[in-house]
């Protein structure tokens, strides 16, 4: 015996549904891979602190938030490599700007990239 009719004794679709029935995801409708990713799973809210309803990430902002980061991390560490070799070479760093102001700028800058990698890495 065939399950319940979804249209009623009638044959026809329902006249009317609620709004909220269609913002409902029926989770044996949705693929495996997809279910975490449904509206029990979204992750808008605040990340340091617990939402009730809301999940962590779900792994769809981790792909940016890991090429960001290695970008991020990347850049400010060889820029202090560079920084460090340049100095213990006494080369200058930046022509023309005195060698404190381009020493600091070049190691402030380097290190922000820095900590904006390991940020960008913590948000995975």
Same mark, same amino acid.
């Given at each position: 015996?065939? &399950? ?117 890495? &913590?948000?995975?």
């Amino acid at each position: 015996m065939p &399950g319940p009719d979804p249209y009623g004794a009638r044959g026809a679709a329902p006249a009317y549904r609620h709004p909220a029935d269609a913002a409902r995801v029926n989770p044996r409708a949705v693929h495996a891979e997809f279910a975490p990713m449904t509206h029990r799973g979204v992750s808008l809210g605040s990340r340091s602190r617990a939402v009730p309803g809301i999940e962590r990430g779900t792994g769809m902002e981790s792909g940016p938030a890991i090429f960001a980061g290695a970008a991020f991390a990347l850049f400010g560490a060889a820029l202090l490599l560079w920084t460090g070799a340049r100095v213990m070479h006494r080369a200058p760093v930046a022509h023309g700007v005195s060698p404190a102001t381009s020493i600091t700028l070049a190691t402030l800058t380097g290190v922000s990239f820095l900590v904006l990698g390991v940020w960008c890495f &913590g948000r995975i």
